[in-house]
């Protein structure tokens, strides 16, 4: 996954606590996608950012915000978590010469 | 709606023989159609794209579009046993940065 790189890999947090997932990436592209990863369910777009100062929402953005720092970060925060949102997080990076991904590493995150 | 539907398998095959995955999609605007193949506990990892209606090949992968019965499939020749995965079909419909949709994946075995 060089080139974006996600933190932390695994988080376990509470019910009502908040927590960030970081994403960065080396690649110097525009356009960077959080997705949640459920058995059964596939990849889900959350939020995404089409360019540096620009976010908008996907299919399922409810209980998370994003922030595009800058042209290499994007942030996902759940402000307070709930069991439904345990899942695997992928920030992803749309490559301009395939319009296809390149994903980061995940992050598993477990609501209890 | 845009929608990407597949077989969830498990899809087994002998080692050596040709493993056939399909897609179908519903959006007749869409323009980009990628397969990932995606490991046990990793991350998605672009396989194949594929813009023009026809056949695709790179080694032994081959990747089929028919755009009039929006149809998208994957065939894998020679399979190995390190090919068991599953298997994502992903549309970008708009061609832009709005985010590709996934299909739930196929899982595929190769027996050895």
């Known amino acids: 996954n060089a080139g974006v790189t996600q933190t932390p890999k695994f988080q376990v947090l509470k019910t009502g606590q908040s927590m960030t997932l970081q994403c960065a990436q080396d690649?110097?592209?525009?356009?960077m996608y959080w997705y949640r990863q459920d058995p059964g369910m596939g990849l889900r777009l959350i939020y995404y950012?089409?360019?540096?100062?620009?976010?908008d929402k996907g299919e399922v953005p409810n209980g998370y915000n994003v922030s595009r720092l800058n042209k290499r970060e994007f942030s996902l925060r759940l402000e307070s978590a709930a069991p439904s949102q345990t899942s695997v997080y992928f920030c992803?990076?749309?490559?301009?010469?395939?319009?296809?991904?390149?994903f980061g590493s995940g992050t598993r995150l477990t609501v209890v | 709606q845009k929608e990407v539907e597949q077989n969830s398998g498990p899809l087994s095959v002998p080692e050596g023989a040709i493993a056939s995955l399909n897609c179908t999609y519903s959006d007749r605007g869409s323009q980009s159609f990628f397969w990932y193949r995606q490991y046990s506990g990793k991350s998605p990892e672009l396989i194949m794209f594929i813009y023009s209606n026809g056949d695709k090949e790179d080694g032994r992968f081959t990747a089929q579009l028919n755009k009039a019965s929006q149809y998208v499939s994957l065939l894998i020749r020679d399979s190995q046993p390190s090919d068991s995965a599953t298997y994502l079909c992903a549309v970008n419909v708009g061609g832009g940065a709005d985010g590709l949709t996934f299909g739930k994946g196929t899982h595929l075995i190769i027996q050895p």
């Open positions: 950012s089409a360019s540096e100062g620009t976010t």
């Open positions: 992803a990076i749309l490559l301009t010469h395939n319009y296809g991904y390149t």
């Open positions: 690649m110097n592209h525009n356009s």
